[in-house]
C-alpha cells in the first residue's frame, strides 16, 4: 500500500536564515511517526510548510497517498487530501463556543443559509461521546481550562478525518504539533488511546514532540531534525534513550545537565508561615539560600497557586513570608511589591503572562528596567540594545535576533529569554512554574544550568512542576501536595521518578 506521505528535498528558507533543509520523510500508512528534535530545529516549519501556512522552496516533492501534490494547499485541499491539523496554538476562536469552533467548516459552507442548531448540538456532542470526552457544545471556548481547549481542537481535528474518509475515501493523515505540554497524565494517555484507534482504522499519525517518553510510548517510528535537516531515523522499538538524546543534541549530554546537584551549604533565606489559599488549607515551609525545592502533586492540588500566592498574581487569604530579616504579609502582596522586595515569577504560560508575544526580544528583556535605560529624560534604545544582546549571549538565545518578535522564537529560546529577565536582577526567591514545559532535552539542560547558577549564587528557588523526572534531576527536596496541603516530603535518598509519582497518586 502508497505511503500516506512522502516528502524528499524538503527546504525553507526565510530570507538568509535557512529553517529547513533537503528533508526527507516517509509515513508509512497507519503510522504514528515522531518528529522530535530541539526547539528551533524546524519541527513547527515542517508542520507550517504542510498545512499552508508557507511556501517550500524550489525542488520540494510532496507525495500524499501516493499522488503528487504542490504546496501550499489551502485549508479545503487539506480537508479533501484527508490532511488535518492540531498547531501549537490550537487554532481555537475563544469569543465563539465549543460548538461553532467544532463545526465552523460545516456551519460556514456554501448553501448554509440556515443553521438547526438543536441539530448541531446533537453532533458536536455525538463526536464527543465517540471519544469519550464530556464538553458542554454551548460553552464558551474561553471559559475552558487549557487540557479542555485541546481536547476540543484535537476532537476536530479527529472529525476532520473521520469526515474524510466517508466522503472522500481517503485514510486521513492526522499532525500533532506538541499537543501535550498542558495536558496532564490521564488525559495524555486518553490522547494516545484515540490515536491508536483511528490508525487501527487505516489513517495515519504525525505526532510533533519535544517529550522522548511519549514518543518512545506511542510511535512505531520516528525521524529527528536537528538545525533545520534530518540528523536521523529510527524504528521506536528498537531505539534507546540516550542514542535519542545523542541525535537530538549532536553530542552525548554532561553528566552536570543529568545528575541531581551537590549538597548546598545551608543558609538563610526564606520562611513561609500559614499560606492559605482558596482551598483553605494552610502550609508552611522553608527554603534555604542556595537550595532548590520542589512544589507538585496530581492536578487539582494546587501547587502551582502556592507559587503565585507568593508572588501576589493570586490573592492569598493569609500567611506570612519572611525574606532575610523582613516579614510580608501574603494576604497585602502585589506583584509591584513582590519584584521590589526581591521576588521574580517565571510562569507556566510564557507568552500569555509572561512576556508580550507581538512585542519584540529587546522591549520583552527590558520591560521590568526601563528607568535603568534613561538619561536626563530620554529612553536610551542604544543602551538597551547593548543589554539585550548581553543576555541573549549568556543564556544562548536563538536566534540572537533582538527586533525579532517575541511569539517567533522557538518554546525553548522565548523560555530562556523570560529567565534571563528576570535572573538578571539576581532575585532572592525564584519562583518556577513548569519551567521547561514545552522545551527540548537541550534546551531543559541549558535552563537548568542557569536555575542552579541562580541557586549557587544564594538565590532560594521553588519550583513547581508536574514533570517529576525534572524534580528529580533539579531539586535538593520535593514537597508532595494534595487539595491544598503538603502530605510528605522527599529528601535527597528519595528523589526519583518513580518514587515521587508513587506519592503523588498515594
Known amino acids: 500500500m502508497q505511503a500516506a506521505l512522502h516528502v524528499a528535498n524538503l527546504s525553507k528558507s526565510f530570507g538568509g536564515s535557512r529553517a529547513l533543509h533537503n528533508v526527507e520523510i516517509t509515513i508509512g500508512h497507519g503510522e504514528i511517526h515522531g518528529v522530535l528534535g530541539q526547539n528551533g530545529c524546524g519541527k513547527s516549519t515542517f508542520v507550517k510548510l504542510l498545512a499552508g501556512f508557507h511556501h517550500p522552496d524550489p525542488g520540494s516533492r510532496i507525495e500524499l497517498f501516493g499522488r503528487a501534490v504542490s504546496l501550499p494547499l489551502t485549508a479545503d485541499e487539506s480537508r479533501r487530501s484527508g490532511l488535518s491539523f492540531v498547531h501549537q496554538n490550537l487554532g481555537l476562536v475563544p469569543s465563539l463556543s465549543v460548538l461553532e469552533n467544532l463545526r465552523i467548516a460545516q456551519l460556514t459552507g456554501p448553501g448554509r443559509w440556515h443553521i438547526d442548531w438543536r441539530r448541531e448540538r446533537r453532533v458536536a456532542g455525538d463526536v ?16 475552558l481550562s487549557a487540557v479542555d481547549r485541546a481536547l476540543v481542537a484535537i476532537a476536530r481535528a479527529l472529525e476532520s478525518i473521520r469526515a474524510a474518509r466517508e466522503h472522500a475515501g481517503v485514510p ?3 499532525v500533532l504539533d506538541e499537543p501535550t505540554p498542558f495536558l496532564p497524565h490521564a488525559s495524555v494517555q486518553k490522547l494516545f488511546t484515540l490515536l491508536r484507534r483511528i490508525v487501527a482504522d487505516g489513517a495515519s ?4 514532540s519535544h517529550d522522548i517518553d511519549e514518543i518512545m510510548q506511542i510511535t512505531d517510528r520516528a525521524t529527528v531534525l536537528r538545525d533545520g535537516e534530518v540528523a536521523g531515523h529510527f524504528v521506536t522499538a528498537e531505539a534507546g534513550r540516550d542514542a535519542i538524546i545523542e541525535q537530538i543534541i549532536g553530542r552525548r549530554l554532561a553528566a552536570a545537565e543529568t545528575d541531581v546537584r551537590p549538597p548546598h551549604p545551608a543558609g538563610r533565606g ?13 502550609i508552611s515551609f522553608d527554603i534555604d539560600a542556595g537550595e532548590i525545592l ?20 493570586v490573592r492569598a487569604t493569609g500567611g506570612t513570608l519572611r525574606i532575610g530579616a523582613r516579614q510580608i504579609q501574603l494576604s497585602q502582596l502585589t506583584p509591584k511589591a513582590a519584584i521590589e ?5 517565571l510562569p507556566g504560560d510564557r ?6 508575544g507581538a512585542l519584540p526580544l529587546l522591549d520583552n528583556l527590558c520591560i521590568g528596567t526601563l528607568g535603568s535605560f534613561v538619561r536626563r529624560g ?5 543602551r538597551m540594545l547593548a543589554h539585550t544582546r548581553r543576555l541573549v549571549a549568556e543564556f544562548d538565545v536563538r536566534p540572537p535576533a533582538p527586533a525579532k518578535p517575541l511569539s517567533q522564537f522557538s518554546g525553548g529560546n522565548a523560555q530562556k529569554a523570560m529567565l534571563a529577565k528576570w535572573l538578571d536582577r539576581q532575585p532572592k526567591l525564584l519562583l518556577l512554574e513548569e519551567p521547561t514545559q514545552g522545551v527540548d532535552v537541550g534546551a531543559r539542560g541549558q535552563l537548568w544550568s542557569a536555575i542552579r547558577r541562580a541557586a549557587d549564587g544564594g538565590a532560594s528557588v521553588l519550583c513547581g512542576s508536574s514533570d517529576h523526572g525534572e524534580l528529580a534531576s533539579l531539586c535538593d527536596r520535593v514537597l508532595i501536595l494534595r487539595q491544598g496541603r503538603i502530605i510528605c516530603e522527599l529528601g535527597r535518598g528519595e528523589l526519583t521518578k518513580e518514587v515521587i509519582a508513587a506519592r503523588c497518586y498515594g
Open 128 to 143: 464527543f461521546t465517540r471519544i469519550g470526552v464530556d464538553i458542554d457544545p454551548m460553552a464558551r471556548i474561553a471559559d
Open 172 to 174: 486521513g493523515l492526522l
Open 205 to 208: 499519525v504525525i505526532l510533533i
Open 270 to 282: 526564606v520562611a513561609v508561615a500559614a499560606l492559605k489559599g482558596e482551598s483553605g488549607q494552610e
Open 294 to 313: 520542589g512544589v507538585t502533586g496530581l492536578a487539582g492540588a494546587g501547587f502551582d497557586r502556592v507559587l503565585h500566592h507568593l508572588f501576589g498574581s
Open 341 to 345: 522586595h526581591g521576588i521574580a515569577l
Open 351 to 356: 507568552l500569555g503572562a509572561g512576556g508580550v
Open 378 to 382: 530620554v529612553l536610551r534604545r542604544s
